[in-house]
């Protein structure tokens, strides 16, 4: 069975550049989310989807950052324009039930903002 | 305010031994707990979970305790291997909000 897929793995912009990440969940997996984790931190949740609806955006940073999951299956990520402070590894994640959360993660985007 | 606290940033185990990890938490609303394992430039992945109505899980050579009254939770590996040599994250869940709330992480070595 295949992983969490993101893409790109790394990039590396000019502050106030936009950036866009890209997750395909595990097949069947109908809840998804993205993390953030800065460096020495834990994952800090940004966004949550069931199928298609964003169910918890309440930590998206909504003046720069915006999500979709069309179709119910793949998810984009944006930042728009990136800041200095937004250098750090984008998680995405998949679950097949909503509780308990066993989530399965992909190998992240880690974004370095110059 | 961290609901979910790894007060220790890393440990340092001999191959052979048991290692102890801590996580304390501040929600007693919580109702699951999770261990997950990462290697560098990689995914967490998850080990192991306990509900809050049990105080002992295990699988294998992975056990974890919870300790509801001091809302204090430990991971036991034993034998430690030198492929426990990860950053180990404890996570929080509460039914009410699905809201899962990660550790800063422990960074464990397995020395040989």
């Known amino acids: 069975e295949a992983g969490v897929v993101q893409s790109p793995r790394y990039k590396i912009i000019e502050k106030k550049q936009p950036v866009a990440f890209w997750c395909n969940p595990i097949?069947?997996?109908?809840?998804l989310y993205w993390y953030r984790q800065n460096l020495g931190q834990g994952p800090e949740l940004l966004i949550r989807y069931e199928n298609e609806e964003a169910v918890d955006d309440s930590q998206l940073p909504k003046d720069r950052f915006s999500a979709e999951r069309l179709k119910g299956v793949d998810s984009t990520l944006k930042i728009q324009p990136a800041e200095l402070g937004d250098s750090a590894v984008y998680l995405c994640a998949s679950s097949y039930r909503r509780f308990p959360g066993e989530l399965f993660f992909g190998e992240g985007s880690r974004l370095t903002v110059l | 305010d961290q609901q979910v606290k790894q007060n220790s940033p890393s440990l340092s185990v001999q191959e052979g031994r048991i290692s102890i990890l801590n996580c304390d938490y501040t929600?007693?609303?919580?109702?699951?707990f999770l261990w997950y394992k990462k290697y560098p430039a990689e995914g967490p992945t998850f080990l192991i979970s306990i509900s809050s109505i049990k105080d002992k899980n295990e699988d294998g050579r992975f056990t974890v305790f919870l300790n509801k009254s001091a809302k204090h939770l430990s991971l036991h590996i034993v034998p430690s291997q030198p492929g426990d040599s990860a950053v180990y994250f404890c996570a929080a869940e509460s039914n009410r909000d699905d809201k899962i709330i990660f550790g800063k992480g422990t960074r464990l070595h397995i020395l040989p």
């Open positions: 097949s069947g997996h109908n809840t």
């Open positions: 929600n007693s609303m919580f109702d699951y």
